[in-house]
């Protein structure tokens, strides 16, 4: 994927009103839980310029987010992880 891609997704997720964060989960790299992955709801999450920031005030770079599914279906599988 080009380099803004996950942004962009993001971007979407939330600005266009076709869309609703709640039907979105991002899977990201988290050092420590079962098999090094966790996921959140698109709801859960504010979007910032190159980073997603949690409600429990984690904050997450891009380069980290592995995958976004939207409702059933994978928008987005970063490279390395296929």
Known sequence: MKKGKV????ES????PRNNP???RIVFVSRGNPNNLEEVLGDKIK???D????EDGRVIPH?????IWKNKMIIYLRKDMI
Request: aromatic letters at 8%.
């Open 7 to 10: 942004k962009s997704i993001l």
């Open 13 to 16: 997720m939330v600005w266009d």
């Open 22 to 24: 709640k039907n979105y």
């Open 63 to 67: 380069h980290r987010i592995v995958a």
């Open 51 to 54: 980073r997603i920031m949690l």
């Open 47 to 49: 979007v910032m310029s």
